[in-house]
């Protein structure tokens, strides 16, 4: 359930990021795929079988959506899953450091996702760190919202607090079998339609 609306409320931010910047509700929509594909990231390191090959997987989508996502938003940043990549590795260094060793992951974050300039940047990985520990997560999640407004100016994303209430209140039902692999392979099919979508409407 919570794939499925991640992915469409993703299209919907892409397609008015792309054509429809003037229309604000589209970004409002957006808001919501973010924390559903980081949470999605979170549970799929819980119960992957291998983390190698996830990061593995991860890395593909990440290289076979760079292109679109450059030619479609004209810019040379990293795409989305990019991000999440490093966040998954911090993360699990995190999990594998001493209790000491923990307090250097945030600034560690903090010095790669936002030097490097990532999407999104820190607020993933401590929006990670927040469905990882999996408690009070609509407050903080709140609270981290609030944060960025007032550190980044970031309006729209107090709106992104949605999808910590249906995750804090709803049990998810994964995607399976070809809807699964679907999902997995949904962020650059969708990335590469919109990219020709608008060459097919510049031909008209």
């Not at 003037?22 to 980081?38: A, E, H, N």
């Not at 990549?85 to 260094?93: E, G, N, P, T």
Request: aromatic content about 18%; glycine content about 4%.
């Amino acid at each position: 359930m919570f794939e499925t609306i991640a992915m469409i409320t993703m299209f919907i931010d892409h397609l008015g990021a792309a054509y429809f910047p003037d229309q604000i509700w589209f970004r409002i929509v957006g808001r919501i795929s973010m924390p559903l594909y980081t949470y999605g990231i979170v549970q799929g390191y819980k119960y992957t079988h291998s983390f190698k090959r996830y990061l593995l997987r991860l890395i593909i989508i990440a290289l076979a959506s760079q292109y679109f996502y450059m030619q479609l938003f004209h810019t040379n940043q990293l795409n989305m899953v990019f991000t999440l990549l490093v966040c998954l590795i911090l993360m699990k260094y995190h999990d594998q450091t001493t209790s000491k060793a923990k307090y250097l992951i945030i600034p560690l974050a903090a010095c790669i996702l936002e030097v490097i300039e990532f999407d999104y940047g820190i607020y993933a990985f401590l929006l990670m760190l927040i469905f990882r520990l999996n408690k009070n997560i609509v407050w903080r999640h709140n609270l981290l919202n609030i944060a960025f407004l007032f550190i980044n100016k970031w309006g729209l994303q107090i709106f992104s607090f949605v999808p910590s209430i249906l995750i804090a209140n709803y049990e998810n039902r994964p995607l399976k079998g070809v809807a699964r692999n679907f999902y997995r392979a949904f962020y650059p099919l969708h990335l590469a339609f919109l990219y020709l979508m608008g060459i097919i409407i510049t031909c008209f």
